[in-house]
């Protein structure tokens, strides 16, 4: 279990028994990618808040009453912020699916152009562990680095439908 504490002065939040899942999406992956961490209602700087993360046993209701929670983290818990962090930049900067999504859109452009409508759904096919907005995300990213690179061209869509990706012609 991990155990959380989000500090931007003046104000404090924690939370207790939380799984890596948790963790990642609403904290660790927001805060690698710049954006701001929802929580009790609070909305966490990334550029101002201090991330506190432990891994440690699952604490009981009793281990968390009467502001003992903390302090039961801290004794019987390591600290593995860093080491969270660190995989969660790795992530963000590089997913697993991005090459994979990569390789897909531009095989799918070069049979006939393709709307970001089928980039999202290859997306949600090969990244289906990931949220909506991350799958969004990395839809995005691959098709803005396959520009990048000269792999892909906008070009203007069927019946004013906005814009298609495909393949550059050779």
Known sequence: MFHLELRQFPHVTRAFNLTREELDSRVL???AEGRP???NDRRWAPEKVKLAVYEGPK???EEIGMGRGWGNVT???RNVTERLMTEAR???RSPPALEGLKDAIVARAAESPL???EVLRL???LAADLDANQRMALAARAVWELLGEGRVRLAAGAEGRGATAETPAR
């Open 90 to 92: 790795d992530a963000v």
């Open 37 to 39: 961490v929802e929580w």
């Open 75 to 77: 004794k019987s818990g």
């Open 123 to 125: 997306s949600g096919e």
């Open 59 to 61: 604490l009981a209701v």
């Open 115 to 117: 709307e970001f409508e």
């Open 29 to 31: 992956w927001p805060l």
